[in-house]
């Protein structure tokens, strides 16, 4: 499986450590140099804005999918290469799923972690194959891995489901664990055919 567009979840704000913006700044300079196009909320602000830019800045493709209700509050960001207007928060998450051919989550607040989960019971349920990483810069997600840890450990998450998730805090060796993970699948792919 090629990695041609990846979705990136990222906070609408940009959180309180530097190494927020930096992290989101080297990871947008590996996806272009990859040749990667970017998918995500069309939002200009927080770290969405920070990686747009970069992403532009270095000659990327980016394209955002934003509904209405948002681009009404000028939270679009208007110098993308394509914007996707939808209906609603359902239809962008399903048009941002369908465009793309990984997920990444960055740091951010509810609106990540609900797209995160989303995509991740989405693959539990065999709706996609596509791999899924998160970038846990400065430990943010440290809390939630103790979290999902005790989840398996008591049950209610299989191990496998969470040895799925490429988690990293390192963009460089994210990128190269969602590759990994890119071929491990289409091998799984082919033996299930
Ligand atoms: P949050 O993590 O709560 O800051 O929400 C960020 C996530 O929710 C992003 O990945 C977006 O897809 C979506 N989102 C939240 N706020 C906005 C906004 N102002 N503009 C565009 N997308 C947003």
Partial sequence: MELRSVCVFCGSRRGKKLEYASSTRELAGILVEHNVRLIYGGGNVGLMGILADAFLELGGWVEGVIPKVLLGKEMAHRGLSRLHVVESMHQRKALMASLSD???ALPGGIG????LFEIW???KIYYHQKPIGVLDVGDY???LRIF???MVEEGFLPGSLL?????ES???RLWEGMLTQA????GQKRINS
């Fill in 102 to 104: 990984a997920f990444i």
């Fill in 112 to 115: 990540t972690l609900e797209e």
């Fill in 121 to 123: 019971t989405w693959e």
């Fill in 141 to 143: 997600y440290r809390p």
């Fill in 148 to 150: 999902l840890k005790g």
């Fill in 163 to 167: 040895s799925q998730i490429v988690w």
């Fill in 170 to 172: 390192c963009p460089q």
């Fill in 183 to 186: 071929s491990r699948k289409s």
